[in-house]
Protein backbone atom coordinates (compact mmCIF):
# COMPACT_ATOMS: atom_id res chain seq x y z
CA UNK A 1 0.00 0.00 0.00
CA UNK A 2 1.00 3.67 -0.65
CA UNK A 3 0.19 7.13 0.26
CA UNK A 4 0.52 9.11 -2.58
CA UNK A 5 3.45 10.75 -0.80
CA UNK A 6 6.47 11.02 -3.93
CA UNK A 7 9.56 10.37 -2.40
CA UNK A 8 11.27 11.12 -5.44
CA UNK A 9 11.91 11.77 -9.13
CA UNK A 10 13.71 8.78 -10.85
CA UNK A 11 14.81 8.44 -14.22
CA UNK A 12 14.37 5.82 -17.43
CA UNK A 13 17.57 3.97 -17.86
CA UNK A 14 16.32 1.56 -20.55
CA UNK A 15 13.43 -0.03 -21.51
CA UNK A 16 13.42 -3.78 -23.10
CA UNK A 17 9.78 -4.09 -25.03
CA UNK A 18 8.33 -7.87 -25.12
CA UNK A 19 5.58 -9.47 -27.56
CA UNK A 20 3.21 -7.52 -24.60
CA UNK A 21 5.21 -6.92 -21.63
CA UNK A 22 8.22 -4.81 -20.81
CA UNK A 23 11.33 -4.17 -18.15
CA UNK A 24 12.15 -1.43 -16.79
CA UNK A 25 15.64 -0.29 -15.61
CA UNK A 26 14.98 2.70 -13.56
CA UNK A 27 17.82 5.17 -12.01
CA UNK A 28 17.21 6.23 -8.45
CA UNK A 29 18.55 7.91 -5.24
CA UNK A 30 16.34 7.99 -1.81
CA UNK A 31 14.32 5.22 -2.21
CA UNK A 32 17.73 2.59 -3.25
CA UNK A 33 18.91 3.25 0.60
CA UNK A 34 17.06 0.43 2.08
CA UNK A 35 15.46 -0.98 -1.34
CA UNK A 36 15.13 -4.91 -1.91
CA UNK A 37 14.33 -7.31 -4.96
CA UNK A 38 10.95 -8.36 -4.06
CA UNK A 39 9.75 -4.90 -2.66
CA UNK A 40 6.87 -3.06 -4.19
CA UNK A 41 7.68 1.03 -5.73
CA UNK A 42 4.92 2.37 -6.93
CA UNK A 43 6.32 4.12 -10.49
CA UNK A 44 4.16 6.90 -12.12
CA UNK A 45 1.69 5.53 -9.71
CA UNK A 46 1.94 2.03 -10.79
CA UNK A 47 2.77 -0.61 -8.43
CA UNK A 48 5.60 -3.08 -9.87
CA UNK A 49 7.83 -5.20 -8.10
CA UNK A 50 11.37 -4.90 -7.84
CA UNK A 51 13.38 -7.72 -9.95
CA UNK A 52 16.85 -6.93 -9.61
CA UNK A 53 19.15 -4.19 -8.39
CA UNK A 54 22.47 -2.16 -9.13
CA UNK A 55 23.78 0.40 -7.30
CA UNK A 56 21.09 3.64 -7.83
CA UNK A 57 19.05 1.73 -9.83
CA UNK A 58 16.76 -1.30 -9.92
CA UNK A 59 14.47 -2.61 -12.86
CA UNK A 60 11.07 -4.33 -12.62
CA UNK A 61 8.29 -5.73 -15.36
CA UNK A 62 5.31 -4.55 -16.49
CA UNK A 63 3.03 -6.96 -17.32
CA UNK A 64 0.46 -6.99 -20.44
CA UNK A 65 -2.47 -5.90 -18.01
CA UNK A 66 -0.64 -2.45 -16.49
CA UNK A 67 0.81 -1.76 -19.85
CA UNK A 68 -2.92 -1.65 -21.38
CA UNK A 69 -4.19 0.23 -18.68
CA UNK A 70 -1.85 3.13 -17.66
CA UNK A 71 0.92 5.15 -19.94
CA UNK A 72 3.62 3.07 -18.61
CA UNK A 73 4.17 2.18 -22.45
CA UNK A 74 4.92 4.93 -23.46
CA UNK A 75 8.09 5.50 -21.26
CA UNK A 76 11.31 5.71 -22.77
CA UNK A 77 14.92 5.77 -21.77
CA UNK A 78 14.81 9.71 -20.30
CA UNK A 79 11.56 9.61 -19.28
CA UNK A 80 11.29 10.47 -15.54
CA UNK A 81 8.70 9.07 -13.53
CA UNK A 82 7.44 9.70 -9.64
CA UNK A 83 8.43 7.21 -6.92
CA UNK A 84 7.48 5.51 -3.70
CA UNK A 85 8.01 2.90 -1.64
CA UNK A 86 5.47 0.92 0.00
CA UNK A 87 4.29 2.48 3.07
CA UNK A 88 6.32 1.45 6.88
CA UNK A 89 4.19 -0.22 9.59
CA UNK A 90 4.97 2.58 11.64
CA UNK A 91 5.50 5.79 8.64
CA UNK A 92 3.51 8.90 8.50
CA UNK A 93 -0.28 8.22 6.57
CA UNK A 94 -0.02 11.87 4.94
CA UNK A 95 -2.05 11.10 1.62
CA UNK A 96 -4.76 8.83 0.99
CA UNK A 97 -4.81 5.14 0.90
CA UNK A 98 -3.37 3.95 -2.50
CA UNK A 99 -3.43 0.54 -4.22
CA UNK A 100 -0.96 1.30 -7.15
CA UNK A 101 -3.99 0.04 -9.31
CA UNK A 102 -4.17 1.74 -11.80
CA UNK A 103 -7.82 2.29 -13.02
CA UNK A 104 -7.23 3.82 -16.50
CA UNK A 105 -5.69 6.93 -17.80
CA UNK A 106 -6.73 10.36 -18.33
CA UNK A 107 -5.84 13.25 -20.54
CA UNK A 108 -4.84 16.82 -19.62
CA UNK A 109 -7.55 19.23 -21.15
CA UNK A 110 -5.75 22.90 -19.57
CA UNK A 111 -3.10 23.85 -17.34
CA UNK A 112 -3.37 27.17 -15.60
CA UNK A 113 -1.97 29.44 -12.74
CA UNK A 114 -4.07 30.79 -10.13
CA UNK A 115 -1.66 32.53 -7.64
CA UNK A 116 0.46 30.35 -6.28
CA UNK A 117 -0.99 27.19 -7.60
CA UNK A 118 -1.28 25.20 -10.73
CA UNK A 119 -4.85 24.10 -11.84
CA UNK A 120 -5.13 20.76 -14.03
CA UNK A 121 -8.23 20.18 -16.09
CA UNK A 122 -8.08 16.17 -16.44
CA UNK A 123 -10.66 14.42 -18.74
CA UNK A 124 -11.53 11.07 -18.15
CA UNK A 125 -13.89 8.49 -19.15
CA UNK A 126 -17.15 7.94 -17.76
CA UNK A 127 -16.66 4.77 -15.80
CA UNK A 128 -13.91 6.46 -13.71
CA UNK A 129 -15.83 9.58 -13.62
CA UNK A 130 -18.19 7.72 -11.60
CA UNK A 131 -15.97 7.32 -8.77
CA UNK A 132 -14.74 10.83 -8.57
CA UNK A 133 -16.50 13.60 -6.31
CA UNK A 134 -15.41 17.01 -5.13
CA UNK A 135 -13.56 17.28 -2.26
CA UNK A 136 -12.67 13.67 -2.54
CA UNK A 137 -9.00 12.23 -3.27
CA UNK A 138 -7.49 10.56 -6.37
CA UNK A 139 -3.89 9.86 -7.26
CA UNK A 140 -2.49 11.19 -10.82
CA UNK A 141 0.74 9.51 -11.56
CA UNK A 142 0.75 8.47 -8.39
CA UNK A 143 0.03 11.76 -6.54
CA UNK A 144 -2.55 12.25 -3.73
CA UNK A 145 -4.69 15.05 -4.41
CA UNK A 146 -8.10 16.56 -2.96
CA UNK A 147 -10.62 17.14 -6.51
CA UNK A 148 -11.65 20.49 -6.48
CA UNK A 149 -14.79 19.80 -8.79
CA UNK A 150 -16.03 17.66 -11.18
CA UNK A 151 -18.11 18.54 -14.48
CA UNK A 152 -19.54 16.29 -17.08
CA UNK A 153 -16.27 15.41 -19.02
CA UNK A 154 -13.43 15.20 -15.62
CA UNK A 155 -12.87 16.97 -13.14
CA UNK A 156 -9.79 19.22 -11.65
CA UNK A 157 -7.34 19.90 -9.33
CA UNK A 158 -5.35 22.76 -7.69
CA UNK A 159 -1.68 21.76 -7.31
CA UNK A 160 0.57 23.97 -4.09
CA UNK A 161 4.00 24.88 -5.68
CA UNK A 162 5.91 22.10 -3.44
CA UNK A 163 4.02 19.19 -5.19
CA UNK A 164 4.51 20.58 -8.70
CA UNK A 165 8.23 20.67 -7.57
CA UNK A 166 8.25 17.62 -5.97
CA UNK A 167 6.49 15.52 -9.05
CA UNK A 168 6.14 15.01 -12.67
CA UNK A 169 3.15 17.17 -12.66
CA UNK A 170 5.05 20.54 -13.18
CA UNK A 171 5.85 18.96 -16.74
CA UNK A 172 2.46 17.83 -17.78
CA UNK A 173 0.83 19.70 -20.44
CA UNK A 174 -2.57 19.77 -22.32
CA UNK A 175 -2.86 16.45 -24.27
CA UNK A 176 -0.76 14.72 -21.74
CA UNK A 177 -1.81 11.57 -20.09
CA UNK A 178 -1.56 10.77 -16.45
CA UNK A 179 -2.18 7.50 -14.97
CA UNK A 180 -5.33 8.02 -12.58
CA UNK A 181 -6.86 5.80 -9.27
CA UNK A 182 -9.95 6.80 -7.93
CA UNK A 183 -10.68 6.10 -4.31
CA UNK A 184 -10.64 2.63 -2.99
CA UNK A 185 -13.57 3.45 -0.92
CA UNK A 186 -16.01 4.38 -3.41
CA UNK A 187 -15.09 1.26 -5.42
CA UNK A 188 -15.75 -1.15 -2.12
CA UNK A 189 -19.10 0.61 -1.46
CA UNK A 190 -20.42 0.45 -5.09
CA UNK A 191 -19.74 -3.47 -4.66
CA UNK A 192 -21.72 -3.49 -1.51
CA UNK A 193 -24.78 -1.43 -3.05
CA UNK A 194 -24.56 -3.70 -5.87
CA UNK A 195 -27.23 -6.62 -6.14
CA UNK A 196 -25.31 -9.87 -4.62
CA UNK A 197 -25.39 -12.40 -7.43
CA UNK A 198 -26.60 -15.25 -5.12
CA UNK A 199 -29.38 -13.46 -3.10
CA UNK A 200 -29.97 -10.62 -6.32
CA UNK A 201 -30.35 -8.31 -3.10
CA UNK A 202 -27.40 -5.60 -1.97
CA UNK A 203 -27.01 -3.11 0.91
CA UNK A 204 -30.89 -1.96 0.99
CA UNK A 205 -32.49 -0.06 3.06
CA UNK A 206 -35.02 -3.07 3.28
CA UNK A 207 -31.69 -5.30 4.16
CA UNK A 208 -30.78 -2.91 7.00
CA UNK A 209 -34.34 -2.73 8.55
CA UNK A 210 -34.46 -6.35 8.62
CA UNK A 211 -30.92 -6.55 10.68
CA UNK A 212 -32.11 -3.60 13.08
CA UNK A 213 -30.54 -0.47 11.16
Known amino acids: MFTGIIEEIGRVRAVRHGARSAVLQIAADKIMDDLAVGDSVAVGG ?115 PHTAAATTLAERQPGDTVNIECDILAKYVEKLLAPAETENRGLTLEFLRENGF
Not at 68 to 75: I, V
Not at 135 to 145: E, M
Open 46 to 160: VCLTVTELWPGAFAADVMPETLSRSNLGGLVPGSRVNLERALAADGRFGGHIVSGHIDGVGRVQSVRRDGNALWYEIAVPAELLRYIVAKGSVALDGVSLTVARVSGEGFAVSVI
